[in-house]
């Protein structure tokens, strides 16, 4: 039981590159969710999809599109990198009762 | 929406005293709140919860209270050791999860 996995843990991208984050949780959890860390401001809310199928802004949605490719599998994608989203990126995921969040190792993003 | 709001920012304890870090919510609603430890370098994990209708709950040195009327929750850490020198996340859970900014405690030995 891996719990959430996330890929990959660093990335180094250029200003106008594009990438996807992976997440992918074993643990049978309904809702996901993509947060930013960055210094000072916690965890900001990116996306979130409380089930298969559906996907709501959060805090923090400009710049960013996601994918719940399935039950397991939620994906982040930046189309156009700019410096702004150098961050840590985690996921995390919950389950029926959506109490108890359990969280990726997280992707350390710079972009130059 | 919901806005949480965490103090202090950063907190510096000796060994063996106590720690109070406290939020505040502003959705009467909300009725989950959980609290996490993020080591540096690490994702954050949970500690400790309390449901909204509970007042207080104990685990070991970790105790968090909430009162309702007030909109207010605190997480109580006593003979407080090294290792628990970390960042501490307060949350407010109403459909979906609110975080506080994160209180940085640090644990003099």
């Known amino acids: 039981n891996a719990g959430v996995t996330q890929t990959p843990k660093f990335q180094v991208l250029k200003t106008g590159q594009s990438m996807t984050l992976q997440c992918a949780q074993d643990?049978?959890?309904?809702?996901m969710y993509w947060y930013r860390q960055d210094p000072g401001m916690g965890l900001r809310l990116i996306y979130y999809s409380a089930s298969e199928g559906t996907t709501d802004k959060g805090e923090v949605p400009n710049g960013y599109n996601v994918s719940r490719l399935n039950k397991r599998e939620f994906s982040l994608r930046l189309e156009s990198a700019a410096p702004s989203q150098t961050s840590v990126y985690f996921c995390?995921?919950?389950?029926?009762?959506?109490?108890?969040?359990?969280f990726g190792p997280g992707t350390r993003l710079l972009v130059l | 929406g919901e806005n949480v709001e965490q103090h202090p920012s950063t907190l510096s304890v000796q060994e063996g005293d106590s720690a109070v870090i406290k939020c505040t919510y502003s959705?009467?609603?909300?009725?989950?709140f959980p609290w996490y430890k993020q080591e540096l370098g690490k994702r954050p994990q949970l500690i400790i919860d309390i449901r909204s209708n509970v007042g207080e709950k104990k685990d070991q040195r970790i105790a968090v209270t909430l009162n309702k009327t007030a909109k207010h929750f605190s997480l109580h850490i006593t003979e407080t050791q090294p290792e628990d020198s970390a960042v501490y996340f307060c949350a407010a859970s109403i459909a979906r999860f609110y975080f506080g900014t994160g209180t940085s405690l640090t644990v003099i030995p």
């Open positions: 959705d009467s609603a909300s009725n989950y």
């Open positions: 995390a995921s919950t389950g029926t009762g959506r109490e108890t969040q359990y």
């Open positions: 643990m049978n959890h309904n809702s």
